[in-house]
């Protein structure tokens, strides 16, 4: 799956410690239900949120930073086990800032999945930006790669796998679904 890639894009995911996901538009398809009491629902793979606890296993630091603010997205992220979960966010630059001084992570061992123009600070500061297949043009202007998947359709999943596969852990990660 991975073997047509680049060695600059196999190089780039090899050395991600902290990988970033934008919500709306990533980690769902950006779609924003909202019921006559308020409430907010949304629509979240199953297969990215296996993919992001499987990337989270490998070793690899998982964040999400969202412009929006939705307790489901808390609540999805703790069921994830996901912890640095930043919302309400509309400089996500300096958002991915003061992630990385949290976490001692330099920018370039860094990628940032997005879909919208409110992405682009992060995405032109770290060593890995990825783009949605449905992000704006823009936005797929400034990535490094472009996952095949659309936002919220598997594509947070292919972002986990694509680093797993080039730090050398997705089999492993595979694996424990084949022992018996």
């Not at 680049?6 to 239900?33: H, M, P, S, W, Y």
């Not at 001084?101 to 123009?117: E, H, M, P, R």
Request: proline share 1%; glycine share 10%; net charge negative.
């Amino acid at each position: 799956m991975f073997k047509a890639l680049d060695k600059e894009i196999l190089n780039r995911a090899e050395q991600i410690e902290l990988a970033i996901f934008d919500v709306d538009g990533v980690l769902t398809n950006g779609g924003l239900i909202l019921g006559e009491n308020g409430n907010e629902y949304k629509a979240f793979h199953s297969r990215d949120g296996l993919g992001l606890v499987m990337l989270r296993d490998s070793g690899c630091q998982i964040a999400v930073i969202s412009g929006r603010t939705s307790n489901i997205v808390s609540e999805r992220m703790a069921a994830l086990g996901i912890e640095f979960v930043y919302q309400g966010q509309n400089d996500k630059g300096k958002a991915l800032e003061d992630l990385l001084d949290k976490l001692n992570i330099d920018a370039q061992a860094t990628a940032y999945v997005g879909d919208d123009f409110i992405d682009l600070p992060a995405m032109r500061r770290v060593g890995l930006s990825i783009a949605v297949a449905d992000a704006h043009p823009l936005v797929i202007e400034h990535a490094h790669w472009i996952t095949k998947g659309k936002g919220g359709h598997g594509a947070a999943r292919e972002v986990c796998e694509l680093i797993m596969h080039a730090r050398g852990t997705l089999d492993s990660q595979i694996q424990q679904f084949l022992d018996d």
